[in-house]
C-alpha cells in the first residue's frame, strides 16, 4: 500500500529553513508543501534551494485563476536532502500588471518554462538572460510571413544594439566565436510525425559547430486543456496519448498525480503490475532508441539485431495488457485487469530467455563496436555543470555522472522499494553521445532484472488490482513523478473548485505536463557547439529527442552569399561518409 500523507515535521523544516520568507504552508501529499510567496521572492528562495541545498527545479507553470489574477508556480524537488520532500513555490500576480523578476537568471532550468507561461498567461518574467519566443514564432506578434525578426530572412533573428545596428540574437551560452566567416544551417522544423517539431540552427566553421540555437514550438495540440475538459478518469487515456514509444510513462505519472489528490492506496499486487508495465516499456525504448542511433551511423546490423530483441518485449506487452501501444490498463486505483499466474510465468521464461543473448549484445557486440565507439566517443560533451544548470533529467544526466532517478529519489506509485525489488542507479562519467548509449545499455539490463523479479512475485501470488478512491477535496494540488526511458516525466494538476459548478467541480482546474524532452530538448546547443557537422544528427539523437526526422535545411553560404538545399539523407550520409573514414 502507498503512505500518501505528509510528515508534519517537513512542514516545519520548510518553513524555518528553506523558505522563511513564505506567506503561507501547506502540507500537500506525500511529502509536497506548497509555500505561497511574494513574487519577489521567487529569485531569492530559488537561488537558496538551487545553490544550498542543490534542489532541482521540476518546472515552472502558471494558473489562470479568472479574477483573483494568475498564479505562477516553481516545483522544485528536495528528495535528495529530504525523503521525498517537493517544495512549490507559488505567488500571485495581479492581471493588472503580471510581472515578476526571472528565476531564469538564477539557474537556466526555468528558461523554457517562463517563456510558455508569458506567452500562453501573458505574464511578464522582468530580467528573463533570453528575451526571445520559445513556442510562439519569433516574429510574433507580427505574422511569421513578415520576418520582422528574422533580419531579411537569415537564419538568426535580429536585434538593435545600441548603436542601431542590427545584430544576430543567439542563445546566451557564453560563447563568442571569432571567425573570419561561417556557415548557417537551420535543421528543421516541422514533420507530422512526432510530438516536438523543431528548428535547431547551427554556426559552422568549416565542419566544425561553433554556435548553436533552438526553437520549438512547431506542433502544440492543447493536450493540457483537452484533460482537463475530460475529467479525472478518461484523462489517462489523453495522458498515455502524448507519447506513443513511452506511453505507459505517461499513464504512470498522471495516475500518481490523480492519486495524490484523492485517498487512495493501491494494492500491492497492483504496484507490481505497474513497475512491470513500466519497466518494459523501459527496455522497448530503449532498443528502438539504440536502433535508430545504429541506423543513423550506417550500421544497420545494429538496427536489425535491437530492434529484433525488442519485438519480443513488445509481445510481452501486448499480452498482458491486449496492446502494443496504449496499454489502456492504467486506473485511479490500480489497474482495469490482472496478471494471471500463468502468463506471468510464461512471461518470465521469454524474459530469462532473453537475459543472456541480450548481454551480449548490448555491451559486447554493441558497446564495443569500433564504428560505435570511433562515431560516439568525445562526441556531443556535456559537462556535470552544464548537466546541473540545465536541468538535465534520465539517461543524458545520469551520462554525465548525476546520479538522479525518480524511482529512487521520488517513485511513483508503484513497487520500487529496493528492500523488495533489487535494483540499481546506472551512471557514467563520458559526459558525451558514447556514455548517454551505455548508460542506456545498462538500464535496459537493470530493467529485465526488475520485470524478472516482478514476473517472479505475480506467478506466485494473488489479489486485488483496484480500490476505489474516496472524495477529493476542492481546490487540491497534486505532483505526479515518474522516471519515464527519457527522464523524468511530470504531472501538476490542481482540482476543481466547490463554489463552482457540480459539473466543473469534478473536472481539474488544471493540468500540467513536463515531459524529459522539454528539458534535454534546451541542452542541445550545448551537446553541440565543438562538434563536426557530421556527428550533428547522433548529437541531436543522442538525447532520445521526441522530435521530428527533419525533412530538409538550407546552408547559406555567408562568403558567396549562395543558398542551396540539403535534404535529411544527404545529412544522414554525410554522416555515414565520415564512418568510412
Known amino acids: ?58 518546472h515552472a507553470t502558471g494558473v489562470d485563476l479568472q479574477i483573483a489574477g494568475i498564479d505562477v508556480v516553481y516545483i522544485f524537488d528536495f528528495s535528495k536532502i529530504k525523503d521525498r520532500l517537493v517544495i512549490l513555490l507559488e505567488a500571485n500576480l495581479n492581471k493588472e500588471n503580471p510581472q515578476f523578476p526571472s528565476v531564469a537568471k538564477v539557474t537556466w532550468q526555468a528558461e523554457w518554462a517562463e517563456k510558455e507561461m508569458r506567452e500562453f498567461l501573458g505574464v511578464e518574467p522582468v530580467g528573463t538572460p533570453d528575451p526571445r519566443h520559445q513556442f510562439l514564432s519569433f516574429e510574433w506578434p507580427n505574422t511569421p510571413e513578415t520576418g520582422a525578426a528574422l533580419g531579411a530572412g537569415k537564419a538568426f533573428p535580429k536585434a ?57 514550438g512547431f506542433h502544440h495540440r492543447g493536450i493540457h486543456r483537452l484533460i482537463e475538459r475530460r475529467g479525472y478518469n478518461k484523462g489517462v487515456f489523453l495522458a498515455e496519448r502524448v507519447c506513443g514509444i513511452c506511453s505507459g510513462a505517461h499513464g504512470l505519472a498522471y495516475v500518481t498525480a490523480v492519486e495524490n489528490l484523492f485517498e487512495v492506496e493501491v494494492p500491492e499486487r497492483a504496484l507490481y503490475i505497474r513497475t512491470l508495465v513500466a519497466e518494459l516499456n523501459r527496455v522497448h525504448s530503449h532498443l528502438l532508441w539504440l536502433g535508430v542511433v545504429a541506423d543513423v551511423i550506417g550500421w544497420k546490423t545494429g538496427f536489425m539485431l535491437t530492434w529484433g530483441l525488442r519485438e519480443r518485449v513488445m509481445d510481452i506487452i501486448e499480452a498482458i495488457t491486449g496492446n502494443r501501444v496504449n496499454y489502456g490498463i492504467w486506473r485511479i486505483g490500480g489497474l ?46 556535456l559537462s556535470f555543470a552544464e548537466a546541473f544548470d540545465g536541468g538535465a533529467v534520465g539517461p543524458v544526466a545520469r551520462a554525465s555522472n548525476w546520479k538522479i532517478d525518480v524511482r529512487m529519489d521520488n517513485p511513483p506509485h508503484a513497487m520500487y522499494d529496493p528492500k523488495k525489488i533489487s535494483w540499481e542507479v546506472i551512471t557514467e562519467e563520458g559526459c558525451d553521445t558514447y556514455a548517454r548509449t551505455v548508460v542506456r545499455m545498462r538500464e535496459a539490463l537493470v530493467s ?36 519515464a526511458p527519457r527522464g523524468e516525466l511530470a504531472y501538476f494538476i490542481k482540482s476543481g473548485d466547490a463554489s463552482t459548478s457540480e459539473e466543473k467541480s469534478n473536472l481539474p482546474k ?54 542551396y538545399t540539403m535534404t535529411w539523407d544527404d545529412l544522414v550520409a554525410l554522416s555515414k561518409k565520415r564512418s568510412v573514414e
Open 1 to 58: 500500500m502507498i503512505t500518501t500523507a505528509t510528515d508534519p515535521s517537513l512542514v516545519e523544516w520548510v518553513k524555518s529553513e528553506a523558505a522563511p520568507e513564505g506567506l503561507e504552508f501547506r502540507g500537500l501529499r506525500e511529502n509536497r508543501v506548497l509555500v505561497r510567496v511574494k513574487p519577489e521572492d521567487l529569485p531569492k528562495l530559488a537561488e537558496r534551494f538551487v545553490k544550498n541545498y542543490n534542489a532541482r527545479m521540476i
Open 160 to 216: 538593435e544594439t545600441p548603436e542601431g545596428k542590427a545584430t544576430e540574437i543567439l542563445l546566451p551560452l557564453g560563447v563568442q566565436p571569432q571567425v573570419a566567416c561561417s556557415t548557417m544551417i537551420p535543421i528543421g522544423p516541422y514533420h507530422p510525425g512526432v510530438i516536438e517539431g523543431q528548428m535547431v540552427r547551427l554556426k559552422v566553421e568549416g565542419e566544425q559547430v561553433v554556435d548553436a540555437d533552438i526553437k520549438t
Open 336 to 381: 482495469s485487469k490482472d496478471v494471471s499466474n500463468e502468463l506471468a510465468t510464461t512471461s518470465l521464461k521469454t524474459i530469462l530467455g532473453m537475459k543472456e543473448p541480450l548481454e551480449r549484445l548490448l555491451l559486447p557486440e554493441v558497446g564495443g563496436h569500433p564504428v560505435l565507439k570511433s562515431r560516439l566517443i568525445g562526441v556531443g560533451h
Open 448 to 483: 529485465i532484472g526488475i520485470i524478472a523479479q516482478c514476473l517472479e512475485y505475480l506467478s506466485k501470488t494473488s489479489g486485488e488490482v483496484r480500490t476505489n478512491p474516496k472524495e477529493i477535496a476542492a481546490g487540491s494540488t497534486a505532483v505526479g513523478l515518474n522516471e
Open 510 to 563: 488544471c493540468v500540467r505536463i513536463r515531459t524529459p524532452s522539454y528539458r534535454n530538448n534546451a541542452l542541445v546547443p550545448f551537446m553541440l557547439i565543438g562538434s563536426n557537422l557530421a556527428d550533428v544528427p547522433v548529437v541531436m539523437g543522442s538525447v532520445d529527442q521526441c522530435m521530428a526526422c527533419t525533412d530538409r535545411f538550407e546552408v547559406t553560404d555567408t562568403r558567396h552569399d549562395n543558398i
